[in-house]
């Protein structure tokens, strides 16, 4: 199911003028939470997302922030 999200994902965000070092610009928008969110998410599986370097480039992007940093599920009260 990750390649049947981030296939067409990397295709827009490749082909977008508004793709800059987020999705929409060079400030973090609901996009960028939500793309995350799921590559977060899928590395904690195990989810090689290599083959989405657009998408890789903009995770990366948000994790130097300290708010996206703080949010991380590693550094949540609850984490295991």
């Known amino acids: ?3 049947e999200g981030f296939q067409p994902l990397e295709k827009i965000l490749v082909s ?3 793709t800059k070092t987020f999705c929409h610009g060079d400030t973090p ?4 939470i939500c793309l995350a969110a799921q ?3 899928n590395a904690r599986f195990g989810v090689d997302i290599a ?3 657009t998408v890789t480039r903009i995770h990366a992007a ?3 922030l300290p708010a996206f940093q703080r949010a991380a599920p590693e550094n949540q ?3 295991e």
């Not at 928008?29 to 960028?32: C, Q």
């Open 62 to 64: 948000c994790m130097a």
């Open 77 to 79: 009260i609850d984490a």
């Open 1 to 3: 199911w990750v390649n």
């Open 51 to 53: 083959p989405y370097p």
């Open 16 to 18: 977008s003028p508004e």
């Open 39 to 41: 590559v977060t998410s």
């Open 29 to 32: 928008g609901l996009a960028d």
